[in-house]
């Protein structure tokens, strides 16, 4: 401590200044007096009563459910529900990308199924003579009648891309007219077969056919085998055989 008479640093216990000589018993007990209140404050700070001891395990007892309850679950149950979402997001998804795999097969299983069904009709086609009739038959009535209706669809049905583009939609009506201008509509199945001639996978068939109006024209259809189809690559019409 420091005496309050002339500031000289002086022991805690001193009852007299060393260097000015004046008391410092006063000043000395209420210095202790002072430690006394701070040592007695510290102890009460520090003290627990046995009730509050007591009281501790019931208070944590409280909290913690109380927490879990308003804290924790609900953070659980929003973890599982977003869980859940991206789970059924995915499960969906997979759903999908599955049924177009199984689209996509079954429709490759059917194209192979009708390539193989061509294939085979153009074989058999090919390897019997008596049936080349009845087939360019069957298409040049097929293009003949499509003709009346103004079916292009139909009329086409049996072309080549190349005559197909030789011959669009767009400028059918105008090839009708021009074939059919002095003419009424084809009388059906009233063609005439006047030539057949078959050379390396390639037909050739003239027919003359007749009109509602007594006229009649010469129709030659070419036919050529294209990734095993017969297809029609090429169409005249003259008034002339």
């Known amino acids: 401590m420091y005496c309050k008479y002339c500031g000289q640093q002086v022991p805690d216990d001193s009852t007299f200044c060393e260097k000015c000589g004046k008391d410092l018993s006063e000043e000395n ?9 701070k040592e007695q404050r510290k102890v009460k700070t520090d003290y627990v009563s046995p009730e509050t001891k007591s009281k501790l395990p019931l208070i944590l007892a409280i909290v913690i459910p109380v927490f879990l309850i308003i804290v924790i679950i609900p953070s659980i149950l929003l973890s599982r529900s977003c869980n859940m979402g991206s789970t059924n997001y995915d499960t969906t998804e997979i759903e999908e990308e599955e049924a177009e795999y199984v689209a996509e097969e079954k429709m490759e299983a059917v194209e192979e199924v009708e390539e193989e ?5 153009a074989e058999e086609i090919l390897q019997d003579e008596n049936d080349y009739e009845r087939f360019a038959d069957s298409v040049a009535e ?5 003709m009346n209706k103004e079916d292009y669809e139909g009329f086409s049905r049996d072309f080549d891309s190349n005559l197909k583009s030789m011959l669009p939609e767009k400028t059918f009506p105008e090839y009708i007219e021009n074939i059919f201008w002095e003419l009424d ?15 390396d996978n390639q037909i050739k068939v003239i027919y003359k056919v007749y009109f509602e109006n007594g006229e009649y024209r010469i129709f030659d259809i070419f036919f050529k085998e294209v990734n095993n189809e017969i297809l029609v690559y090429e169409i005249w019409w003259s008034k002339e055989y």
């Open 142 to 146: 097929n293009i003949l009648v499509s």
């Open 185 to 199: 509509d084809y009388i059906k199945d009233s063609k005439q077969l006047l030539e057949l001639n078959i050379e």
């Open 117 to 121: 069904a061509v294939e085979e009709v």
């Open 29 to 37: 007990r209420h210095n202790k007096g002072k430690e006394r209140d």
